[in-house]
């Protein structure tokens, strides 16, 4: 199955009218998953956003009819609970966030074959949720303050309510980003030395979906690293 990019790529596009030549040779790292293909990894503190943080992420749906539930597009566990969960409603006319505190919904239409830029931005008490460069409501309650002991991208568990389609470009920050910077970066590689991503030091974990691995910034969580190469590589299935 091939994905067209959404609006953020014409946003993204035109406010990168002065970059010359730097995106062209980037592209998210993609992974369509079907039922039996979600990627597991073992938690990491680069994963906990509870004091403020962004993840983003590309999504597109790969199924028609509405399954019966909401498909998750990725979701953490703690030794005692689930942390968060992020799923795709079922009819594809928007995203879900639950934590044990809250659930929220905000609406955006998913079915017309893209890929769609999602950003989460974690704030004190509050998220707001960010499609294609479009903040989209700010949701009463924030991600948990945990070290999630699992991750899971397209399912709950491992197994239940997996998510059939196209997602990939996973980036954790230890900051809330700014909405130009989400909107410019969407389709530019964060770690270019030509156009750095000027939160680069913050950027906590990014995913290669190509090799199904995370890798981590050791410069954030390693007191003995003196260079900002993330070279913690996190393999799924650990």
Do not use: C
Not at 19 to 48: C, K, Q
Not at 145 to 174: H, K, T, Y
Not at 175 to 184: D, F, I, K, P, S
Request: hydrophobic share 45%.
């Amino acid at each position: 199955m091939q994905h067209a990019y959404g609006t953020a790529t014409v946003a993204a596009t035109m406010m990168m009218v002065s970059l010359g030549a730097v995106a062209e040779d980037y592209t998210p790292d993609i992974a369509e998953l079907d039922e039996r293909t979600g990627l597991s990894f073992a938690g990491h503190p680069a994963f906990n956003l509870g004091e403020g943080g962004t993840l983003e992420f590309w999504v597109a749906p790969g199924w028609t009819d509405d399954p019966g539930y909401d498909p998750v597009v990725l979701s953490s566990e703690t030794d005692d609970n689930f942390s968060f969960v992020i799923a795709m409603l079922g009819d594809r006319t928007g995203l879900t966030v639950q934590t044990g505190d809250g659930y929220g919904e905000v609406a955006f239409n998913f079915d017309d074959g893209v890929m769609h830029h999602v950003a989460i931005v974690n704030l004190q008490g509050s998220m707001v949720v960010v499609v294609d460069g479009q903040p989209l409501d700010e949701m009463t309650f924030g991600l948990p303050n945990e070290v999630p002991r699992m991750l899971w991208i397209g399912s709950i568990n491992g197994e239940g309510l997996p998510f059939v389609g196209a997602v990939g470009g996973f980036r954790v920050w230890d900051v809330a980003v700014e909405l130009e910077e989400l909107v410019v970066f969407a389709l530019l590689d964060p770690l270019d030395p030509e156009f750095p991503h000027p939160d680069l030091s913050a950027l906590s974990a990014y995913s290669n979906l190509a090799s199904n691995t995370f890798e981590i910034s050791d410069l954030l969580w390693d007191d003995d690293k003196e260079d900002s190469t993330a070279d913690t590589v996190m393999e799924a299935g650990e």
